[in-house]
């Protein structure tokens, strides 16, 4: 175990840039040695200009449990990672968890420079709804989002083409819940000439019944 310590230390020395050398122990760890294959097993510093909000988190913080936050990374430091995916257009990593953490410290220079300009980050495979589906986990588990940013996310899912069962299982909601956050978007007035009922339908929605019943009468 010496020798192996030896190595290492020897390897770290000697690498130019620190922190990719230690990205990329934690990252051949996590791929190679690791029998618990989960994001927080592989934490990954990256440039905080890597690193962009979202722009559909419901969640809202007060100033002064910002001012908290603060405080908490201060003293006891970072002691959870920023959920991110990356984004292969943009070149970035984007939060779906953390966007207060990643503010604290773009917005207070000794906690950025005492990071070296990075976030510690994990890195989840998503797509969009999957990714604000996440967002809304994380956020009610905690007991923390917007009650109009929570109507805007669940349009957005229905718009994408997700059914309320779908955003039911995945953000843990009651179909009721659903039915109040649409009255908040104003998703009724899109469907003024229809009753109003638990199974309002998207455009996309649509499209995608009409299709897979097309596709059901075809066979």
Request: proline share 3%; net charge neutral; glycine share 4%.
């Amino acid at each position: 175990m010496e020798s192996i310590k030896q190595i290492i230390l020897d390897a770290f020395n000697l690498a130019e840039d620190k922190i990719n050398f230690i990205n990329k122990l934690n990252h051949f760890i996590f791929t190679e040695v690791n029998i618990i294959k989960q994001p927080i097993s592989y934490v990954k510093w990256i440039p905080l200009d890597k690193v962009e909000p979202n722009d559909y988190n419901p969640n809202s913080v007060a100033k002064v449990e910002m001012g908290l936050l603060y405080k908490s990374i201060k003293h006891d430091g970072y002691t959870q990672p920023v959920v991110t995916i990356y984004d292969d257009a943009k070149g970035k990593y984007v939060i779906v968890d953390g966007f207060h953490r990643y503010f604290t410290c773009k917005n207070n220079k000794d906690i950025y420079e005492r990071n070296k300009g990075h976030l510690p980050c994990v890195v989840i495979e998503k797509d969009i709804n999957e990714r604000m589906a996440a967002t809304v986990r994380h956020n009610r588990a905690r007991g923390e989002h917007s009650v109009t940013g929570m109507a805007n996310m669940v349009f957005e899912m229905l718009q994408n083409g997700w059914t309320d069962e779908n955003i039911c299982n995945h953000l843990g909601m009651e179909p009721e819940e659903i039915l109040k956050l649409k009255h908040i978007t104003g998703f009724s007035k899109l469907f003024q000439d229809v009753n109003y009922n638990k199974s309002w339908e998207t455009k996309n929605q649509i499209a995608l019944r009409i299709n897979y019943e097309n596709e059901n009468k075809e066979k």
